[in-house]
């Protein structure tokens, strides 16, 4: 196969060169090339904020490149909006599934393409049509008639891919494919891959999982801060050298880790279980500890926080937090000392409309004024404090959190829970879509969070984290329990684990003892 | 190969599911007929009775039917009591001051409410106004253009001139009764089985669907949302003025005060019939359905002797009552 691509110009099926885009003032891409042949895997890897994104939206047609030129099968190719990218053949699978929930599998397949007579359906071709581009999948719960919502994420994929394929694809672009999938629907998907493969399909891969990468794909391109800085087939390079490529960096001094002493246990779950997820779940959090809780998307992490803290329900279980115990509601849990991150920023975690002093004393509005008044110059100065602690970037505290930055918001979301002073930090994906230098931040302070500060007489705190990123989980926290399928496993000591051990856990294989 | 095993599950989920959904509403629908036909004096399980309850239903169900199609596609139309107005204002001039047919000055009274839906649609989709909001506007727009025309008063018709008008929704004459129901109600039953079939076979009716359920994925695919969504209000609009043509009938005059507050007992007959007013869902059986219910408990209430006043209590209830079993519902399948 890797001689057919280098041999074979004329193969080349996708190419884009010295691609530039920037945003406001960010640099997302900077002369990036990139180009896949047909019946080949191109691999797209970087971290977060790495531009990966970007660049397939650029070549998706959902964003316009401020320079730089691309070609499909040699001709050029300028889409000026999605639809249009897709009429010339490139279909872009985003990590968020783009379906319409209500309608079957044959009518989400054949969407805005549906053959037709003087406007009406012609059903019987629908059908046809949708079963053929299903047929290959091989999946009893892809059926014409079924209605996607009633459809697991992995067979909703499916269907999304078999749109793709409808429409006579010559480019797929998958981005975060395998994210939110069980172990099954990955081996299923890859499957499927390989078979597009051979029809001869160019496939871009995004993924941050190096093994599925080096799996999947025949070459691979590394991106870092919106450049392109690796290229090589995956037979030639290692997964050590394809990490090195794309933190660029020491990854020590990212994770500073103080001399912590964990103290007595504040936070003790048994036997949790919620509505549906969590199962079961039982820890315990010391003050002074930062303890870490791996898994896939939808293992029920996510879950067990928000029932932890009153937001959903707990059908069994015992929950002790300090010197409470049972279940409470968010209001009960402000005040007996806990504060929850919300990994859905701009829905749940603030009041993107609000200013940023507004957002960050919300939870406790006390002690701003007299007789429980509210004095606005009194939250302005409480905020100003943080401001300056967490680098927050904004013309002051009455600017609107809705123009701030991605990572300047998370630390506004940050700064609640300080400024509400709680002991017991619930933090799901804390640095989910921020760059790295917020990221570097942010784990600075959970890192000075658990110390503590015996001389400016701050008490450690507790910190419980959720994220789905293994190397920030393996930098910060000092325990560390996988959860999979609604059930969270033992609790590690951070030296005892691996990327990779945690990797197999999160996904239901058995470790090795 | 593989299709002959699928084929029967795919039949079985199917079925099951849609058949859960349309019976509902229908059961609901015998529930209350029922309760009413043990409460209610014997007058009220009478054929006459069900004729009357048909008409009476007739402008709602015409208006739902519009209605229907702007919900699914996950807007709202507020404008539809006021169009009503406008149009028979409308016929009612044409009537008096051209010397126009009825068949014509019916049209002119479509015509002009599918203009005013035009507009709302257009707005909608240029402004990028949410539809809320337009419509509201849209209320009160043709609400003035409607008293405009009539210079604030009804416009009276010669009766000599309304000839078939008038009896659109009249009982049926001895001599007719071989059409068992009025020339309205067979209309709206028409209009609803053609309804029922655009949204169900039709490219139109499937992205109506599509963009109620998910905007940006119908954007995505091809579908032409902007253009689907001023069809749909332009409907909605021609709708509300065929209901405006039998509110005209009814009353024989062109009334610019009428039909007041018309709008949200149209939506709540799309809603009490498994509308979803998030967009995506919604039927025209269900919404008949629903028009038929809130008819029932005003004339199984009249008839019991109760005042309007626990009409009105009864009817916001079930109102409530058929949004939340819908939401129970959902819980459990998704």
């Not at chain 1, 697991?152 to 999938?181: H, K, M, N, Y």
């Not at chain 1, 404090?385 to 967490?390: F, K, M, S, V």
């Not at chain 2, 727009?141 to 929704?169: F, H, M, N, T, Y």
Request: glycine share 10%.
């Amino acid at each position: 196969m890797a001689e057919r691509v280098d041999s074979d110009q004329s193969s080349i099926r996708l190419q884009m060169r010295d691609v530039c885009k920037r945003f406001g003032a960010t640099v997302a891409l900077e002369d990036v090339s990139i180009e896949v042949a047909a019946g080949q895997v191109l691999a797209l890897v970087g971290e977060n904020g790495a531009g990966k994104s970007t660049l397939m939206k650029v070549c998706s047609g959902a964003v316009k490149a401020d320079s730089g030129r691309m070609w499909l099968d040699g001709t050029p190719y300028r889409p000026s909006n999605p639809l249009e990218a897709r009429r010339a053949g490139v279909a872009m699978i985003y990590q968020e599934l783009s379906l319409t929930p209500h309608l079957n599998v044959q009518e989400n397949i054949m969407l805005g393409m549906e053959p037709a007579t003087l406007g009406v359906v012609r059903w019987k071709q629908v059908r046809q049509r949708a079963i053929e581009a299903i047929k290959e999948f091989d999946n009893p719960e892809l059926t014409p008639d079924t209605r996607v919502s009633n459809l697991s994420v992995g067979s909703q994929q499916l269907v999304e891919i078999a749109r793709a394929l409808a429409i006579g694809c010559r480019v797929l672009v998958l981005d975060e494919p395998t994210s939110s999938l069980t172990q099954q629907d990955v081996e299923r998907l890859f499957e499927i891959i390989g078979r597009l493969k051979q029809q001869g399909k160019a496939i871009v891969y995004i993924s941050h999982f190096i093994e599925e990468v080096k799996r999947v794909a025949d070459r691979v391109t590394v991106l870092r801060d919106g450049r392109a800085v690796g290229n090589s087939d995956v037979d030639d390079i290692t997964i050590d050298e394809i990490v090195a490529l794309m933190v660029g960096r020491q990854v020590e001094e990212l994770y500073p880790r103080s001399g912590r002493q964990p103290g007595e246990v504040i936070l003790e779950i048994e036997d949790l279980a919620g509505a549906e997820k969590p199962k079961s779940a039982s820890l315990e959090l010391h003050r002074g500890e930062v303890l870490g809780i791996a898994g896939l998307v939808g293992a029920g992490r996510t879950e067990l926080l928000r029932s932890l803290f009153g937001l959903e329900p707990v059908r069994r279980g015992r929950i002790r937090l300090g010197v409470y115990t049972g279940p409470a509601s968010p209001v009960r849990r402000w005040m007996q000392g806990a504060g929850l991150l919300s990994e859905d920023r701009k829905e749940e975690g603030l009041a993107v409309s609000l200013s940023v002093a507004d957002n960050v004393t919300l939870s406790k509005l006390k002690g701003f004024g007299p007789l429980g008044l509210v004095l606005p110059s009194r939250q302005d100065k409480a905020t100003r404090r943080w401001l300056e602690r967490l680098d927050i970037r904004c013309l002051g505290p009455r600017q609107s959190v809705s123009s701030l930055s991605g990572g300047n918001q998370q630390k506004v979301a940050l700064a609640r829970l300080l400024q509400h002073d709680v002991d017991v930090l619930l933090l799901d994906e804390p640095t989910r879509g921020i760059d790295v230098a917020a990221k570097a931040l942010v784990y600075k302070l959970i890192n000075a969070l658990a110390t503590g500060s015996p001389t400016e007489g701050r008490k450690p705190k507790a910190v419980l984290m959720v994220s789905s990123y293994l190397p920030e989980l393996m930098g910060v926290c000092d325990r560390v329990a996988v959860m999979c399928r609604g059930r969270l496993g033992p609790t590690h000591r951070i030296d005892e684990v691996n990327e990779h051990s945690l990797m197999l856990e999160a996904t239901g294989q058995e470790v090795s003892a | 190969m593989s299709d002959k095993p699928m084929t029967p599950k795919a039949k079985r989920t199917f079925n099951w599911r849609s058949w859960l959904n349309t019976i509902g509403p229908v059961l609901a629908l015998m529930a209350v007929y029922g309760v009413f036909v043990l409460i209610a004096p014997p007058s009220f399980a009478t054929a006459r009775n069900m004729e009357m309850i048909a008409r009476q239903t007739t402008i709602v169900g015409v208006a739902a039917l519009g209605m229907t199609m702007v919900i699914i596609s996950g807007g709202i139309d507020l404008s539809v009591g006021s169009i009503v107005a406008l149009s028979t204002v409308v016929i009612a001039w044409l009537l008096r001051y051209t010397g126009v047919n009825p068949l014509t000055a019916a049209v002119g009274g479509v015509a002009a409410a599918a203009f005013f839906g035009l507009i709302s649609g257009m707005l909608i989709t240029r402004l990028r106004v949410v539809p809320f909001i337009v419509t509201l506007g849209m209320m009160l727009v043709v609400r003035g253009a409607a008293k405009g025309i009539g210079r604030e008063q009804k416009i009276d018709v010669d009766p000599e001139r309304l000839r078939w008008l008038e009896e659109l929704l009249a009982s049926l004459p001895k001599e007719r009764s071989w059409m068992l129901l009025p020339p309205g109600v067979w209309v709206l039953i028409i209009l609803a089985v053609g309804m029922a079939a655009l949204l169900r076979y039709t490219r139109l009716g499937r992205h109506t669907f599509a963009i109620g359920s998910n905007e940006q994925t119908a954007r995505l695919c091809g579908v032409a949302v902007e253009r689907v969504k001023v069809l749909v209000y332009t409907m909605c609009g021609a709708f509300a003025g065929l209901a405006g043509l039998m509110q005209f009938s009814r009353l024989t005059v062109g009334d610019p005060t009428v039909a007041v507050g018309l709008e949200l007992n149209v939506i709540a007959a799309v809603v009490i019939g498994g509308g979803s007013l998030g967009g995506g869902e919604g039927s025209i059986l269900g919404t008949l359905v629903g028009a038929l219910i809130m008819t029932v408990i005003a004339s199984g209430c009249t008839q019991r002797g109760y005042p309007n006043w626990v009409q009105e209590i009864v009817t916001g209830a079930i109102i409530v009552l058929a949004v939340a079993v819908d939401r129970l519902r959902h819980r459990r399948t998704v």
